[in-house]
């Protein structure tokens, strides 16, 4: 009986790339209510890093948890007059300038800036209202 070694070659050893639609599809499913990116990523074979990344791309993040209300007190305006208010920023605005940010009620965050794809935001938020 003689042993013979054999080695499998598979790919080109190229990265693979992906189209924006199937990366939207791919970050949609995973907000979909009780899909994971585990799920995700595993039913297409991808790394969940990967997927993650695509959701930051896409301006997709989990909320942090709400938080608590202060309790307020409401004053007339000579009283108000009298305290003393803080100083006015006089600064550029900040690069953050002309962010939107979305938080639905399920915890949802969606983060958008002025380059974000039209068709893209639109597949996105349509998802997240289904949920809702």
């Known amino acids: ?21 199937l990366k939207e599809q791919l970050v949609s499913e995973t907000l979909e209510p009780g899909v994971t990116v585990t799920e995700v990523a595993r039913r297409h074979d991808l790394d969940r890093s990967l997927i993650y990344r695509w959701r930051r791309a896409f301006g997709v993040r989990r909320a942090r948890a709400a938080g608590a209300f202060l309790p307020v007190e409401v004053v007339d305006g000579a009283a108000a007059a009298t305290e003393s208010s803080p100083p006015r920023m006089t600064s ?12 639905f009620s399920d915890g949802y965050l969606v983060r958008i800036d002025n380059q974000v794809d039209d068709n893209a935001l639109a597949r996105v938020l349509r998802v997240l209202a289904r949920q809702g």
């Open 92 to 103: 550029a605005p900040s690069p953050g300038a002309g962010r939107i940010e979305i938080e």
């Open 1 to 21: 009986m003689s042993i013979h070694r054999m080695e499998i070659v598979s790919g080109t050893g190229r990265r693979r790339s992906w189209s924006t639609a």
